[in-house]
């Protein structure tokens, strides 16, 4: 392992992957708040301070042991996910879709902030390797995040999304996958299933939508 090639890495991913799950979990206390649940916001984690969020084994440990163990071709990681009680959402099935909306949203928002900086560095003429590969790296972890996320099964986001979407015998049917919904989740992501089927396929989506999107200040900084 090249010690001094993982501090470099480590040194442009460190602050985008701070704001990525910061903001992820920040906006899902948000928008409970918002709809009707004040636990995130009793409990302090409504912040951009991102010793909130952390997880010590899961944004830390977690993925530097995978780093060494796969030699960086496999990452994982999660924050301490925002306490959310869906029953006192005004609206908990209708509500309980925009609360796990909100921190997909919110990755896919600091995706194309970090991808104007990109263009606006190099419109400007800034060469520096350093710069130009952090605003990269924003723009790859939160489409990863972005991505993941929405994964349709609990406790991932995009699992909850699901059961707000399905009529109550269905939705009921799912909801009770999410005790071992992690479990089958890494099972899936370690067989390549996740990865062939809906992150590559989601991510070139993405990619771009992020690509039309920034094509008004691509073409005035050209």
């Not at 906006?27 to 916001?41: E, F, K, L």
């Not at 959402?89 to 104007?116: E, I, S, Y």
């Not at 996958?177 to 899936?188: K, N, Q, S, T």
């Not at 991510?203 to 900084?221: I, N, V």
Request: with cysteine; net charge positive; aromatic share 12%.
């Amino acid at each position: 392992m090249d010690i001094a090639n993982l501090i470099q890495t480590v040194a442009i991913y460190a602050l985008p992957v701070l704001f990525a799950i910061t903001v992820h979990e920040a906006a899902h206390g948000y928008a409970a708040r918002h709809y009707g649940d004040n636990t995130a916001y009793m409990l302090g984690r409504i912040t951009l301070n991102p010793i909130k969020h952390i997880d010590p084994v899961g944004t830390i440990l977690m993925p530097l042991m995978l780093y060494f163990a796969t030699s960086g071709a496999f990452l994982f990681g999660y924050a301490k996910p925002v306490p959310v009680r869906f029953g006192n959402l005004r609206h908990p099935k209708r509500d309980m879709v925009w609360v796990a909306l909100a921190g997909p949203g919110a990755n896919l928002a600091q995706a194309l902030l970090w991808g104007a900086l990109f263009l606006i560095l190099s419109g400007s003429g800034v060469t520096e390797p350093f710069f130009l590969k952090m605003c990269q790296g924003g723009v790859l972890v939160n489409v990863v995040m972005f991505a993941f996320n929405l994964f349709p099964l609990p406790p991932l986001d995009g699992g909850r999304i699901l059961v707000g979407l399905l009529p109550h015998r269905q939705a009921e049917m799912v909801s009770r996958i999410e005790p071992w919904g992690f479990f089958i989740v890494m099972a899936l992501v370690i067989f390549g299933v996740v990865s062939a089927l809906w992150m590559r396929p989601l991510m070139t989506l993405t990619y771009g939508l992020l690509d039309l999107l920034l094509s008004p200040l691509a073409m005035l900084l050209s």
